[in-house]
């Protein structure tokens, strides 16, 4: 299917507005799995031409995607991973989980961002970062695409590794989300070490709603939102 390409309009507007020139672009992948943790890239591209084929990594084949990765990692002026784990989901929501796999990325990047461009309509991340919000940013904005694919491709290579001992989960092929296979280990077997224990699955399983962890309150987390930048692109 034809798409249009990413380009660099949101960072060289950042630019513009705000005078920075470190830009990183931010992606999670895992929000919607059952299993395994929610990991998030943090990718910082400069404004050289990107990959040919670039794009979400959604639209990209898994062969595709497997060599877009190898290729952007050598590519990018500087990458690094964050993940919260589904103990961590269990505990403090979804939100809060995000945020912590989104910080834990940026700060492992060897140097610091200006401004951050967050995939979505919603800034999970928060102050003190100084956070752009680009709904389908992984389609539009270079350095997104680039997290979006890293962080898939990371993601799925871990989920497999993860469910070598859990074969009936077939976590290669489904990456811990709801599949028919999934669904049908999980009433035979139950959670795994790897499940998210908050989740609404759980009510539909009656042998194993035992397991289900209630968290106290909407999220563990209150974000701080002061630092995202109120510009339209």
Known sequence: MPYEAPTHTVERSLRATTGAKIIAGVDEVGRGAWAGPVTVCAAITGLRRPPEGLTDSKLISPKRRDEMALLLERWVTAHALGHASPEEIDELGMTAALRLAAVRALNALPVRPEVVILDGK????????????????????????????????????????????????????????????????????????????????????????????????????????????????
């Open 122 to 233: 919603h800034d999970y991340l928060g102050g003190p970062w100084r956070v752009r919000t680009v709904i389908k940013g992984d389609q539009s904005c270079v350095s997104v695409a680039a997290a979006s694919v890293i962080a898939k491709v990371r993601r799925d290579k871990m989920m497999a590794e993860l469910g070598a001992d859990h074969a009936d989960f077939a976590f290669a092929a489904n990456a811990g989300y709801p599949s028919p296979v999934h669904r049908a280990a999980l009433e035979e077997w139950g959670p795994t070490p790897y499940h998210r224990l908050s989740w609404a699955y759980l009510d539909a399983l009656p042998r194993w709603r035992h397991l289900k962890k209630v968290r106290l309150g909407a999220e563990a987390w209150e974000l701080e939102i002061g630092g995202q930048l109120g510009f339209d692109f």
